[in-house]
Each structure stands twice: as C-alpha cells, then as structure tokens.
C-alpha cells in the first residue's frame, strides 16, 4: 500500500512538474504575437462597436411601435451586451500597449475577463432566442402573437441575463497575476486554474455553444423547409403576397447573418480553446502548444468581432430598422442645415447692424 501511494503521488508530481514546466518555459514565449494581434483587433473593433451598437440602441428607442415587438426587445439586449463589452475594450488595449503590465485596481481586471464572457453567451443565447422568434413567426404566426408579447419575451431576457452573469461567476475570482515582477490579467495563475477552466471550458461548450447551436440548426432547417414548402398549407395565407414575400426576405437574411456568425465568430473559438486547454493541462509538447496558443488567439478576435456583427444584423434584417436610421440620418442633416442658416442669419444681422 505504501508504495503504491508513493508510485502514484510521484505519478501526480510528475503531471504536475510537466505541466508546470510548459507554463514556464513555452506558453509565454510566444506574447509578442499575442498582444500585437489583441492590440490590432481591439483597435479596430472598439469605434466600430461602441458606435455602431449605441446607434442602434438610439433608432431602437426611436421606433416606438417597434418596440412593442418581441425581436425589437431581444435586439435592443443583444446591442446592450455588445455595447458594454465594447466599453471593456480601451483598458485590453491601454494592458496590451504595455507589453502585459496592468496598472489598474484588481476589480477591474476581473471586471473585464467576466464582461468577456457575459457578452460571449449572452450574444449566443440571444442570437438563439431571435431564430425561434423567428421560426413561430413563419411557422406558426398564431401561435407566436400569444405567446411571444413583448413582456414576456423581455422576461425570458432577463433570465439570459440571470443565468449567464451567475455561470460565468467564477471568473470573478480570479484577478490579478504576478508574472516576472509585473501584474499581470487576463492569465490564470497556477496548475490547478488551467483545470477549473477546463471543466468551466465543458460546461460552457455544452449549455452556451452546443445547446444553442443545434436548436437554431432545428429552427433553420424547419423555416427553410416551410419557407421552400410552396404546395404545402401557408401559415400566412392571411397576409398578402408581398408581406409574405417581405417575411421570406427577412427569414433567409436572419438565417444567413446567424448562422455566419456562429460557424465564424463562435465555432472556431470553442473548437480551438478546448484543444489548447487540453494541450496545457495534458503536458503536451511545446511546438503544439504554442501553435494552440497563436489560433486561440485568431479565434478569440473572431469571437469579439460578433460585437461589430450584430449591428449589421439589425441592419438587414428590420426594415423598419433601416427606414428609422435613413430618418435619423437625414433629421441630423437638416438639424445641421439649419443650425449652419441660422448662423448665416445672425452674421448677417450683425453685418446689417
């Protein structure tokens, strides 16, 4: 008995040492290639985010008879995630101009690796939401006007909400890291973090990705077969041939929009970040690691840029979304004009005077 325990606690040190020395000799030797890849992307990401996603939330707030409309509801959370992951973004990029040093308190740190994740699953979840909203309204439009009112579905977001913010709520516990005598975020300290990821990492791919995503594949391939399925009993047969051909333009460009956001932003995100947290904790070798490392850091700027994405979801698939902006626009235009006239009016008052 006594050897036995000694053969298998020097099989666990030996894990251990292993999987140790990858952390420290090959994981952060590749940090340049990481931070100019995060420095690049958020760059370009935060403008592009922060306006376009606080625009939308203005026209939503400006379509008053559209905000009695569930997917108006679900949208307007949907820019709200987007909009407060894109405020997160200036600290990553103030971090990642000095080369990994964080200079702020721990709160914040641990205020943006959990703002990441919120936004990650709540984004997945509410994309979801949208396509079965979608999928009623096709297939079954009776049903989806009684059951899908706007306080309801505003109820079901709140519990996305409830449910993502208290799954991701580990992440909260972890801040700050001392890394060669500089505070460190955005990096787990020790052995035993890289595995708790590993099993958040499972929990998360089943009830944020997978879940998710083989609901809107059933969504999807229902509403494209009802939407192709020209013999078959129309649910819209009250409606007239050009509602019904506006609802099939704005189903395939829902379907189009989501379905490239997931197999562009989330899929490749999931897929990789689980071989690589595999790759750390198993002890696998160096070349392989690192080359983990570089695609988790790929997918992870795919997986932020759904922030820039989802505007244009808004865009073209609510054509009362397009004709508000068009309106906003074009009030912002003549407030312009007429602010430039009546400055041309007071010069010329003065000039007369």
Request: glycine share 4%; hydrophobic share 45%; charged share 15%.
């Amino acid at each position: 008995m006594n050897e036995r325990q000694l053969t298998t606690r020097s099989i666990n040190s030996n894990n251990t040492s292993v999987t140790m020395e990858v952390l420290s000799k090959c994981f952060h030797d590749d940090d340049e290639f990481k931070y100019r890849a995060y420095t690049i992307t958020y760059l370009l990401l935060f403008p592009v985010a922060f306006l376009c996603n606080i625009g939308a939330l203005v026209v939503f707030f400006l379509q008053r008879n559209r905000r009695s409309s569930a997917s108006c509801v679900v949208m307007m959370n949907l820019a709200i995630s987007d909009g407060s992951f894109s405020l997160t973004l200036p600290l990553r990029l103030a971090y990642y101009f000095r080369g990994g040093v964080w200079d702020f308190p721990d709160w914040l740190c641990r205020i943006c690796v959990y703002g990441f994740y919120v936004n990650l699953y709540t984004s997945i979840l509410f994309l979801t939401l949208l396509s079965v909203l979608r999928w009623l309204a096709v297939a079954k439009p009776l049903r989806h006007r009684t059951l899908t009112t706007p306080t309801r579905t505003l109820f079901v977001c709140l519990g996305i909400w409830v449910f993502v913010g208290a799954s991701s709520a580990p992440f909260l516990s972890h801040g700050i890291t001392n890394r060669g005598g500089q505070p460190r975020c955005f990096e787990p300290s020790n052995v035993s973090s890289w595995e708790r990821v590993l099993i958040l990492n499972y929990v998360a791919l089943l009830l944020g990705f997978l879940l998710p995503f083989l609901t809107i594949i059933i969504c999807y391939s229902r509403l494209i077969r009802r939407l192709l399925d020209a013999s078959g009993p129309r649910s819209s047969s009250n409606l007239s041939s050009e509602a019904r051909s506006r609802n099939r333009r704005r189903s395939v460009h829902l379907v189009s929009m989501v379905t490239a956001t997931f197999l562009l932003c989330f899929l490749p995100y999931h897929v990789i970040r689980s071989l690589h947290l595999h790759a750390v904790c198993g002890g696998w070798g160096c070349d392989v690691t690192v080359a983990l490392q570089r695609a988790v850091v790929v997918t992870l700027c795919l997986a932020a840029s759904n922030s820039v994405v989802n505007p244009l979801l808004y865009y073209y698939s609510t054509r009362t979304f397009r004709n508000n902006l068009r309106d906003a626009h074009s009030s912002l235009l003549s407030s312009r004009r007429g602010s430039y006239r009546s400055g041309l009016a007071m010069m010329n008052r003065r000039n007369t005077t």
